[in-house]
């Protein structure tokens, strides 16, 4: 299996490093066709409810994510995220593997999601083995899939124990106006900077085309690992740190909003961005991964695109 994979994905960067026209896909690399059936969708949830349905708030879960998206709209501030970014940046809070990350998320349960209430270390295996199914060649996102939420971590004691509304949930951007495709968009009108005129316009302190890459997001887990892989030198694609910086940003990748700040490499990524989400939301279940099974072959890939420890 191994060595399967180590082969496919030579082939993959020896892709990568030619040039457009020897490509001739116009300048990116643009997601391969699969070569099983299509990701096959549910339509309902364990709850039985469609997926992401954040109107119908009867049950106590969904009461419980509507009071996370308040707190989360009112204490997101241009600020907040500056000093976060700060902080976290530092990665002085703990040296661990990767793997070692994975198992701490064992005690992680996200109050944000309607559709999931078990450990993340099942997400991240769920996540990963839904797309490998479909992907089997791109070894490198299968392991951006095992990773993409491990910042979670920040919800634990020893990273400063952040609450949920600092760690998990759809992410926006701000320093600039906040756009009603985020869900429970009115509670964002107790947001101070709602009513900063710096940061309610359209571009804000951005300008046109910037590049994701100079705006702020939202504080959470998806910020977070993505300084942690980029830091510690992974050696993943630029397409695999996009989706862990930007997994969360329904806003844009859903909606279809904020494209305006985007420029040609975020057009590029976000069609990796499309392929991932689908697993990312739609693998979630209450049937379990085996964990210690699969622990060797992603251990294989862990060293293949990151170093032994890491500074978190
Ligand atoms: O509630 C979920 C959860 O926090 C996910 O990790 C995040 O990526 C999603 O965007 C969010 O809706
Ligand atoms: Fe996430
Ligand atoms: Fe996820």
């Known amino acids: 299996m191994t060595v399967l994979v180590e082969h496919y994905v030579t082939d993959s960067r020896i892709e990568e490093k030619k040039t457009k026209e020897e490509r001739g896909d116009g300048g990116f690399m643009v997601p391969k066709s699969k ?14 409810h469609s997926f992401r349905d954040y109107e119908n708030g009867e049950s106590e879960r969904q009461q419980g994510v509507e009071e996370f998206y308040r707190m989360q709209h009112i204490h997101q501030t241009y600020d907040f995220v500056k000093d976060m970014r700060k902080e976290y940046g530092k990665l002085n809070k703990m040296e661990m593997s990767i793997w070692e990350c994975c198992e701490l998320l064992n005690n992680v349960v996200d109050e944000s ?16 083995e839904a797309i490998r199914k479909d992907y089997p060649n791109e070894d490198w996102l299968h392991l951006t899939a095992l990773i993409h939420d491990l910042g979670k971590v920040l919800l634990l004691p020893e990273f400063g124990g952040l609450p949920q509304w ?36 359209k571009n804000g302190v951005y300008s046109e085309g910037c590049g994701l890459d100079n705006v702020l997001m939202s504080w959470g887990h998806d910020d977070y690992m993505y300084l942690v892989a980029k830091q510690n030198g992974t050696t993943l694609p630029h397409a695999g740190l996009f989706i862990i910086r930007y997994h969360s ?14 420029n040609d490499e975020d057009r590029e990524d976000l069609k990796w961005l499309h392929v991932f989400n689908k697993y990312d939301l739609y693998s979630k279940s209450k049937v379990h991964v085996d964990v210690e099974q699969m622990k060797p072959y992603y251990i294989s890939l862990i060293n293949k695109y990151f170093p032994a420890k890491l500074k978190w």
């Open 166 to 201: 600092a760690v998990v949930g759809d992410t926006f951007p701000v320093g600039c106006t906040f756009d009603p495709a985020s869900i429970h968009h009115k509670y964002f009108k107790e947001n101070p900077d709602n009513n900063t005129p710096k940061y309610n316009t």
């Open 249 to 262: 940003f329904y806003p844009l990748h859903k909606a279809g909003t904020y494209t305006h700040l985007m």
């Open 113 to 128: 999601d309607p559709d999931l209430d078990e450990p993340q270390i099942q997400h991240l295996l769920q996540t990963a």
């Open 35 to 48: 070569e099983t059936d299509e990701f096959d969708a549910p339509d309902i949830n364990f709850l039985g």
